[in-house]
């Protein structure tokens, strides 16, 4: 069994001047950062006072399951000589907020738009899909299904 580490830098940067003295005194601001990428701006979902043109986590979390399919995907297909030109996700996911305020998603689906380059794949190519989920580490890790609607087409 091989290990991976990974490290990844948070950092709040939403001190208004007075901390976290009320819940409304402070921005959910932050950034995410690792040695030699380009830094992310982050904040909660608007729905917790955050601020709607940063990535929340929530939305980080499906880009993962998302992207991560996407990788094994494409590395499957280059194996089995399927030639794709496009991808393209529009990921959606539910996340439940319970009474005592905590939550976690119950559902997260893929809709993975794929072009390739010759009718013959097609077949292939949607069955790959199943190979992707199998693999992919993210949905490996996580406490649900993570569905998934393609949809493939020929250039």
Known sequence: MKNHH???AVQWTGNQGTGTSGYRDYERSHT???QNKVLIEGSSDPAFR???KK???EEMFLSSLSSCHMLWYLHFCSEAGIV???YTDEATGIME????GSGHFTEATLHPKVTVAEESMVEKAQQLHHKANEFCFIANSVNFQVKHIPTTLFK
């Open 50 to 52: 955050g601020d709607r």
């Open 6 to 8: 990974y490290k990844i």
């Open 97 to 100: 907020e319970t009474t005592s």
């Open 32 to 34: 995410i950062s690792a």
């Open 55 to 57: 990535y929340n986590p």
């Open 84 to 86: 794709v030109t496009e």
